[in-house]
């Protein structure tokens, strides 16, 4: 591979063959000077430009002179503050044999830069603190806003990031009734939700306060337009991608609260007030404003090139060496951002479209509001080699862009393009989802000995399609990159990560590492290989992942995929080396062969799929824990009779220090007899690129320092007309044996809603209540055919029925209790609603259950002590309750009470009246 960038060097080094033209700039250069001298000349009559700009625009003269070229355009060592974006259009182009080159000056090093220096700063206190203070007549006046600032000492080009006041870090409270987007239940999001007292107040900057969401696999930052103190509910002024609430239990999102003007006092955070144009920043110990160097973005990008490829027109051959780009704006819309998966979406500071053969070398981009560098639609064969990309707003490198669809193909689907011995780290700063590389619908991309670490969210993700269906995207090599601490912030990522059908897609040789929970992730889903919906007809060999937050791989419905000879441990957490999540109809012709596997969890395997859809054979699985192994309940023995993982086996692979990620094999180890190939992976940068890694550290994430808060156990009340059932008091037990007997149970209520309170169209389930004074009694009768139950115990895939429950303590409901109950008679009480675990499980024992299924259905039938509940005395008592049966036969899942949302969400359910 290495050949291949060895003409591109030759060019920036060697003396060109044809006659040169150079242009020169310099920050104490002169627009209208010639730009042919690298310096002023002893009279400054003549000397380098002042302005990049205006060095393309000469070149643009020379060519229409007839001046073929080749161009280079030295930029002196300083700091160049860009009024506008640096662009590029066709008529900029070079060629193969001429390139136009834009470098800094041999020695030097030239930074452009889509900021400005805030100047005016004087010293000042607020609230006791030191601070530097200055009114921005730009900002009072409505033409300038920024989100972001850095710090530098004066001379100096190392900036750090700062970061404006936040709040520790918060839950949600519940959800409101207000309307939700008619979409999958993740993606019916609402413009509200309901927060705790004291949470919010009545600020005073509250539009320019921003309320940060963290969902599984994205984030959001959304802006307030109402805000109800009395009922304590926020509203947004746009909705979410992704329902706030939807993976946490009882809705409780995580969140904080950044931008509050009355929160500034932490030395290091600063606030700009839109209105007055003040400007505060609240300096650390040993800062002082004559040593020091303040920024704020005001460009969103800081150079384009953009050509017309739909018919041809490209920009190519332009090459940059040595520069570094920095400090780009990133605005918030006025519905706020919450963007998808991987947030593909965000621009980036530099941006190609309809770009061939266009490089970036050993250049620096860093401090940015969104993604470094982007190869949009129209891109082929552009490089970025040997560049350091960090202090990231949001990604790193993107190539393609989410416009593109299965029927996109060249010259508008980007093809050919390279990153290779990049430097790429500490991203996804303001965006949390964005990755070290995201590409798309591409083809033919190679991603290769990258350096990439400490990401929100994934490494590297390929592909951008959630099934198998043919699409432009193909032959992409990702290989030799070394990717350490991604998904430090969210979940369901990966450091490599693909999508959809991508035939002939190679990952090899790569070496993951180091993914471990983030504290915010309901679930782990941290893993090291991750084949997600759709990822088809690829390659995965030769890979080692060592220290996961879950497991190594993971395949979601793919097909004809085959990975073989990888190394996955060890795998910490009581979690296996691999999952297969979903199967499609799709699936067929997966293979996993030759693999090693080394975990602490006894349970080897997750699932039984026919090995005409994932065949595993020739694997050897180790458990380290020192417990008895088990495949899913059997051993191996009985797991290979039962024709899975043919020629596999249980036996320690004999490597040499794996806690230290040292694979080698020792001798004697089995693992050669399998089919193994012993290799050597030599991951990352490249020897000629090594020391990239120079930049200082990053200033800390926020976001990363704060905990998770503890669920409180009280939750919000019904409301006030809350829908009553009537409990009856009668003597004695009913016969608790899931047959509904005459006389046994009062009259019954219809279950007829679905979650989003529509009525059902099928025939309803009923639900009678009564009581003893000390129990309360539920009885459940679900009509269905019997033939078609499910009767398994796993609650969503199984016939169920769900009883929610929770004693009210005026005004508030006490902790809610989960229960479900199956076909056969067995019940779990869960903690899902909030109720810490130790007390579900003793309500879940406490409680009893039986059920029976007859001729035209099944009852499922609930004594629940009413102290297991916290309650004292009955007549008059309220209750809290909502109660869901989970129809297979009709895929239906049926309310008493529709929430929009979990069956456990009583503050949008009703109350059962104790008489």
Partial sequence: ???????????????????????????????????????????????????????RDAIRAAKKAGVTGPYTVDLRGGQYELN?????????SGTPQAPVVWRSYPGETALLSGGKALTGLVESKTGGKRAWKATLPDVRAGSWYFRQLFIAPKGDAQYLRRYRPHSAMKLVAGLTDSPSRKAAPHRAAQKDFVFYAGDFKDWANLSDVEVVALHEWSSSRLLIEQLDLKKRVVTFTGLPTFRIGHWWAGAHNPYYIENVKEALGKEGEWYLDRKSGEFTYLPLPGETLAASRLVAPRLAQILKIAGAYSNGDFVSYLMFSNLQFAHNDSSLPKEGYSGSQGHPDLPASIELVGAEGCAFLRCVIAHTGNYGLSFGLGCRENRVVGSRLFDLGGGGVKIGDIAADGKTEAPVLPVGNRVENCAISDGGLLYYSANAIWAGLVRGSVLRHNDIHDFTYAGIAVGWKWDDSKTGCASNLIEGNLIRRVCTLLADGAS????GRQPGTVIRGNVLRDNVKSPFAREHWQLGLYLDEGSSEMLVENNIVHRVGTHGFNINGGAQNLVRNN?????????????RCYKKPFSAGNRFEKNLSYCDSPELVDDAWAPAVFDCRSNLYFNFSGKPSSFRGKTLAQWQAAGQDAGSIVADPLFEAPEKADYRLKPGSPAPALGFKPF????????????????????????????????????????????????????????LDGVLRPGEWPEASKMERTPTRELIQTKAPTVAFRHDGKTLFVAVSVPCDPAKLNRGMQWGGSDGVEVCLAALKAPMLERVYVLHGYTGGTHESIADAGAKKEA????GEAVRHAAKVGESGWVSEWAIPLSALGVKGASGVKLGVNLCARRTETREWIMLMGTQGPTYQLYNAGFCELE
């Fill in 1 to 55: 591979m290495k050949p291949c960038l060895v003409p591109i060097f030759l060019a920036l080094l060697m003396p060109p063959l044809m006659a040169e033209t150079a242009f020169y700039v310099a920050p104490d250069g002169q627009d209208g000077w010639s730009g042919t001298r690298s310096a002023p000349n002893a009279g400054r009559t003549d000397g380098p430009f002042a302005t990049p700009a205006r060095a």
């Fill in 84 to 92: 506008e974006t640096l662009s590029f259009e066709a008529q900029d």
């Fill in 496 to 499: 490599i990560y693909t999508l």
């Fill in 567 to 579: 190394i996955l441990g060890p795998v910490y957490g009581n979690h296996g080396f691999f999952i």
């Fill in 680 to 735: 050597t992976v030599d991951a990352g940068l490249e020897s000629e690129y090594q020391g990239l890694e120079t930049s200082p550290a990053v200033s800390p994430l926020p976001v990363m320092a704060m905990a998770m808060p503890p669920i409180p156990e009280a939750v919000l009340a019904p409301p006030a007309n809350a829908p009553i059932f009537r409990a009856k008091r009668m003597a004695g037990a009913p016969s």
């Fill in 840 to 843: 579900a499980k003793a309500f």
